[in-house]
């Protein structure tokens, strides 16, 4: 049986096509908390019966848009079954855990200054859309470059066109990852934030799929994962950078912060079926001789 989320602390993604790219420049007005993890997790995450109501909300199957057509998307490497990731789902919608978590965020909504909010804003449209495979796109280009903005401090040489075989190997774990993505957030329909506390001003309500796990975070993590075992001495501010990404949905009132940690811990899971995948392993190969090359490694 599944069990409710225990959160560590350790060394996205709409369908929508619209494509942005942030410069390296670009940076919070505040360093991304990590603390409060563990200190929500700590609270007790099982149903309130005085707030039973709460529980019977999900994130409404009419809302999901084409997520479905997922579905019939088939993965390059990862082939597992759900029930082979870590066990975790989120704590219930009446739990005095959801209930901190819901004050977290209006918390940092209260204090979040312009500068931040528009951060945010931007780093929300930092996804690679993976069916995006037209060249004559003009979105096709910033797309991939997207693959690139974790590891965007490791050199002038990480860009899509010094790394064709990076991309290509970065573009379809980000395909594989969508799969997943998509079957955890149905499998939980958890409620946006903003569906239990009316209070919190969700910059986008119209996020066409569920809450939990967070896709960003995924996304991200495992981005910095594939990246790290390339560049082992970078792996800290690879993970550093995954989760200044991953915690921006919280900052934008999108996520809860237990959204964000799943999908850290999933990402892990991710990335070590990867690396179980032969076909994988020889594409990150090919991948490892093309970093030499090129970054004088």
Known sequence: MP??????????????????????????????????????????ATPAPARANLDALTFRLDLWGDLYNWKLVKPHYVTVPLDAFTAVKPPANSSPQT??????????????????HAWCVKLADIYHHPLL??????????????LFFVG???GPWFRQDNLPKTTELLARVYRDAMIYIV????????????????RIKADDKTIPHASFPS?????????AGVLSRLAPAKRSDLLA????????????GVHYPSDTE????????????????????????????????????
């Open 241 to 252: 950078k995954a989760h200044e990404l991953a915690w921006s949905r919280e900052l934008l």
């Open 152 to 154: 965007r401090d490791l």
């Open 183 to 198: 079957e955890l957030k149905l499998r939980y329909a958890r409620p946006r934030p903003h569906h239990l506390e009316p």
């Open 262 to 297: 799943a999908g850290r811990v999933l990402a892990e899971d991710f990335v070590r079926f990867l690396f179980e995948s032969a076909k994988f392993v020889q594409e990150f190969e090919a991948v490892q001789q093309e970093w030499q090359e090129r970054s004088g490694q």
């Open 99 to 116: 209930r901190a978590e819901l004050d977290y965020l209006l918390g940092l909504q209260k204090d979040q200054t312009e500068q931040e």
């Open 133 to 146: 495979s037209n060249p004559t796109d003009p979105r096709y280009r910033p797309n991939r470059e997207n």
């Open 3 to 44: 069990r409710t989320l225990r959160i560590l602390l350790g060394p996205a993604i709409a369908l929508v096509l619209t494509v942005a790219v942030v410069s390296s420049n670009s940076t919070p007005q505040r360093a991304p908390e990590r603390g409060h993890y563990i200190r929500l997790a700590a609270l007790d």
């Open 215 to 223: 896709g960003h975070s995924f996304a991200s993590y495992i981005n």
